[in-house]
């Protein structure tokens, strides 16, 4: 699922270590949705994604998540995971080889790009 908006707070970093050993990372943020009667929306990313998406206040971005409940003590709690955040106005990736984009194909059977046409028929 995708939803766009602007960050309107980035709460502290959490970590800690798991019961089985194994070290962890939070980062939560609230986004604010750009409708005619916008919504919150809390989310957090979790383990690696939370170095690989630092997200300022201010921000616009669309960010991909997945929706998960889980149980504890009989009561049911919603959580919103981010799995990835495109900020708005970032560049697109530039091309591997670094070259400019090649020349459009031209039939040598036609006329050449802005050229007079013919109303020869062949």
Do not use: C
């Not at 949705?33 to 170095?51: N, S």
């Not at 991909?64 to 709690?77: A, H, M, Q, T, V």
């Amino acid at each position: 699922m995708e939803i766009k908006g602007k960050i309107i707070l980035a709460l502290p970093e959490m970590s800690g270590v798991s019961k089985s050993g194994n070290n962890w990372k939070k980062r939560e943020y609230v986004l604010e949705t750009m409708e005619t009667y916008p919504k919150k929306v809390h989310f957090d990313f979790f383990g690696e994604r939370a170095d690989q998406y630092p997200l300022n206040v201010g921000e616009i971005v669309t960010l991909s998540f997945d929706i998960e409940s889980r149980e504890y003590n009989g009561r049911w709690y919603t959580g919103i995971r981010g799995w990835k955040a495109e900020k708005e106005g970032a560049t697109a990736p530039t091309p591997a080889y670094g070259g400019a984009p090649a020349p459009p194909a031209v039939d040598p059977f036609t006329s050449a790009p802005g050229a007079p046409e013919d109303d020869i028929p062949f």
